[in-house]
């Protein structure tokens, strides 16, 4: 009673068979089931609110936290089950835990090629595929014994080499025929583009030669079209004129002026006669 998890124990008073055994407390349940928690210095139960980094508890999303019954890390009576590990073994071996009949060979051992070398302190150049776990199978009757050993990942072989070099070699032509691709589509959006440009600028040259045709046919069908209008409104003018003249406002001295040279012709051809009497007289 009253001790810790992680603490080595004597086992010598359980029984003389466990004399000279160590024992370390990794941990335990209670009656009803709630597990030892290790930092929680409590002999009985305690609620607490977790939050999954202690363990106990993993939450479903991050940031969610839950309360839940926890047993302390103290030993009491109310514990049904202590987990234990044995530090060092005594003189005798226990029955079905430590003799040879219950020892069992180890054949799961690391698979990974660095593991292995970390495992065995192997060097790069050394061959990892002998120092596997390797397993031996009895064959049926007239045949060999079989030798079963786990794929080492990750090993690099002469194969594996000579595939990494085929697909560099593919991924080098790639990159190789992208950027030829690349290079001739800007080329090509290049032409494309002084091509519109010439084709906007041959545009905007026929646009403006059209307006200034325009313009120009435009000038002289106004011209044209001026011209019998100054002639009409011309004519319209002297009509009235001539119209006028019978008008007595206009010219009342033109009517006097023939009356005038009608009086005065009878004087001079009066005078004329006269004229012709006496030099016919003289005669």
């Known amino acids: 009673m009253d001790k810790r998890m992680s603490e080595e124990v ?24 709630f597990a030892m928690m290790q930092g ?18 993993t939450p479903k999303r991050p940031g969610c936290r839950k309360r839940k ?3 302390g890390c103290i030993l009491s009576s109310d514990l049904s089950c202590i987990n234990v590990i044995i530090v060092k073994r005594g003189p005798a071996d226990l029955p079905k835990l430590t003799d040879a009949a219950s020892e069992r060979k180890n054949i799961r051992g690391p698979k990974r090629a660095s593991n292995i070398r970390k495992a065995w302190g ?30 080492i990942q ?26 030829k691709e690349a290079a001739d589509y800007a080329n090509l959006l290049k032409q494309i583009r002084a ?24 000038k002289t069908t106004e011209k ?8 009409k409104p011309a004519t319209t003018t002297q009509k009235p004129a001539t119209t006028q003249k019978p008008a007595t406002t206009q010219k009342p001295a033109t009517t006097q002026k023939p009356v005038e040279t009608k009086k005065s012709e009878p004087s001079k051809r009066l005078k004329v006669v006269k004229q012709d009497k006496t030099k016919a007289g003289k005669k």
């Open 224 to 231: 044209k079209a001026e011209k019998p209008k100054e002639t």
């Open 195 to 218: 091509q519109q440009r010439v084709s906007l600028l041959s545009k905007r040259r026929e646009e403006k030669k059209s307006k200034v045709s325009t313009a120009t046919a435009t």
């Open 40 to 57: 929680v210095m409590l002999n009985h139960r305690a609620r607490l609110l977790l939050d999954g980094r202690t363990g106990m508890y």
């Open 10 to 33: 004597p086992a010598d008073s359980l029984g003389d068979e466990f004399a000279g055994y160590v024992f370390k407390i990794t941990g335990g349940y209670d009656k009803q089931g």
């Open 69 to 71: 019954s926890v047993r």
């Open 154 to 179: 990750r090993l690099i072989t002469p194969v594996v080499r000579r595939r990494r070099a085929v697909v560099m070699k593919e991924k080098r032509k790639s990159q190789a025929k992208t950027k």
């Open 122 to 151: 192997l060097a790069k150049k050394d061959d990892v595929r002998e120092y596997v776990m390797k397993k031996t199978k009895s064959g049926k009757e007239g045949k060999k014994d079989r030798i079963k050993s786990p794929k």
